[in-house]
C-alpha cells in the first residue's frame, strides 16, 4: 500500500522559512512526478512545485518562484519543500502528491493525481 506522509507544517512569521518533508513508502517513484500542492480556505487545491523524480526537471508555480526549492532524496524514498521567505498568503494546508507524468506537469490537474498525503498545515502571520 502506498503511503506518502508529510510533516514540518508550523506557524511562522512574514519573512521565515520551513521546510516540508514527504516520505513515501509501498514503492518508489523513479518514474514519477512528485509534487506539493496547497489549498486555502475556500480556494482550490493548487500545485505549487514539482519534480520529475529520476529526471529531476521541476515545475514552479509563478507565486512561489524564487522562493521555494523542492528536492528529492533517493536513498530515503522522500522529498522536500524548503520553503523561504514566507507570506501570510502562502498559509494553506500542503499536501505531497505523486503521479506517472503523463501530461506536462504544469497541465496535470490535482484531479489526475492518484497518490495524497494527509496534509500538514502552514500558517505565515503578517
Known amino acids: 500500500q502506498v503511503q506518502l506522509v508529510e510533516s514540518g507544517g508550523g506557524l511562522v512569521q512574514a519573512g521565515d522559512s520551513l521546510r516540508l518533508s514527504c516520505a513515501a513508502s509501498?514503492?518508489?517513484?523513479?518514474?514519477?512526478?512528485v509534487g506539493w500542492f496547497r489549498q486555502a480556505p475556500g480556494k482550490e487545491r493548487e500545485l505549487v512545485a514539482a519534480v520529475i523524480w529520476n529526471i529531476g526537471s521541476t515545475y514552479y508555480a509563478d507565486s512561489v518562484k524564487g522562493r521555494f526549492t523542492i528536492s528529492r532524496d533517493n536513498a530515503k524514498n522522500t522529498m522536500y519543500l524548503q520553503m523561504n521567505s514566507l507570506k501570510p498568503e502562502d498559509t494553506a494546508v500542503y499536501y505531497c502528491?505523486?503521479?506517472?507524468?503523463?501530461?506536462?506537469?504544469?497541465?496535470?490537474?490535482?484531479?489526475?493525481?492518484?497518490?495524497w498525503g494527509q496534509g500538514t498545515q502552514v500558517s505565515v502571520s503578517s
Open positions: 502528491a505523486a503521479e506517472l507524468p503523463r501530461l506536462p506537469i504544469a497541465t496535470m490537474a490535482a484531479r489526475q493525481w492518484n497518490y
Open positions: 509501498g514503492r518508489t517513484f523513479s518514474n514519477y512526478a
